[in-house]
């Protein structure tokens, strides 16, 4: 059974105290019940240093163990978020980096005559302006602000090319982008569980269809959503998550957020939503936002974490 992060409730950490301390009075007790509550008192004042020591003992013991489960990977759910049942879960993916290995694009970027190392800057900028939209009260579809981020590149790099097909090159390639390798193996074993799947992307409902169909896992997921749903309001607005909890018919309790991207764990959290970070890389989660109820190295490992959970 999973631990909390050191947030035992008082009437557990009781549970834990009352085998010991009153096996200490019993005799104490006898002596009482015998007619003589003079020495049954004096007995019980006798043992008081030793019943404190008892506690003591016992209070350090449960905190040592919580303190071990919060530095175990394998025991970072929250239990008061993760009731009830695991299997009951939807898992929500994020797509754009989650599930697609966005790297690929790479080689589209060359083609245009960019450098690949630009990648992570045109992506981060995508999601920047997207985000700064809608918190201004805009709305865009990603494709038109990917393709804005795309010509600034392209003016500043090679201003000397028509911008315009070299776009639509580098765009195209959103839809062939190949999975991470964990995604197949883990889906499937998600799947098989008995877990409801479902996707929700910033990007395009169509584009995740292309990708997970040529991945071969199209049957694993009952439904692929977008922000167009949410009137065009990217993720980590409240408004994206709550298009996705009344599509697929369940209470933001019930959902899990699956994302490698921790802004979008802390929008799912703030909305109400159960949250799993994937962490593939050393980088740190950002202290200042809301932590997610678990950690996985993978989509695999995130399948495993949650069975463990389930048989815990």
């Known amino acids: 059974m999973p631990f909390s992060r050191g947030e035992r409730s008082d009437p ?6 009352f085998p010991a301390a009153p096996l200490l009075d019993l005799p104490a007790v006898g002596v009482v019940a015998a007619g003589r509550p003079a020495d049954g008192l004096a007995m019980i004042t006798g043992m008081l240093p030793v019943g404190i020591t008892v506690a003591a003992v016992t209070w350090s013991w449960v905190n040592r163990e919580e303190r071990r489960a919060v530095n175990d990977p394998c025991s970072r759910w929250v239990v008061a978020r993760m009731s009830p049942d695991a299997r009951g879960l939807v898992l929500v993916f994020d797509v754009n980096e989650t599930l697609t290995d966005m790297t690929a694009l790479g080689a589209r970027l060359e083609d245009a005559g960019l450098s690949v ?29 990917a393709g804005d ?4 590149l392209l003016a500043r790099e090679r201003p000397e090319r028509d911008p315009e097909p070299l776009v639509e090159h580098v765009l195209a390639g959103l839809s062939e982008l190949p999975v991470h390798p964990d995604v197949p193996g883990g889906v499937r074993a998600l799947h098989a569980a008995g877990h409801r799947l479902a996707t929700l992307t910033n990007g395009s409902v169509d584009t995740t269809r292309a990708v997970l169909t ?10 692929h959503l977008d922000v167009q749903g949410a009137g065009g309001r990217w993720k980590p607005a409240a408004a994206a998550y709550a298009h996705a909890l009344g599509a697929l018919d369940v209470p933001a309790a019930s959902a899990l957020l699956v994302a490698v991207h921790p802004w979008d764990i802390d929008g799912a959290s703030r909305a109400g939503l159960r949250t799993a970070w994937l962490r593939r890389t050393p980088v740190p989660y950002p202290s200042a936002l809301r932590p997610a109820d678990l950690e996985a190295t993978g989509v695999t490992d995130l399948a495993r974490r949650l069975g463990r959970s389930v048989a815990g």
């Open 149 to 152: 981020g795309l010509r600034t």
């Open 214 to 223: 040529r991945a071969g896992l199209a049957d694993c997921f009952e439904a």
């Open 117 to 145: 190392g630009l990648l992570p800057q045109w992506f981060a900028g995508v999601l920047r302006d997207g985000i700064a939209l809608t918190l201004a009260g805009g709305r865009a579809p990603f494709a038109q602000v």
């Open 12 to 17: 557990g950490r009781c549970l834990y105290l």
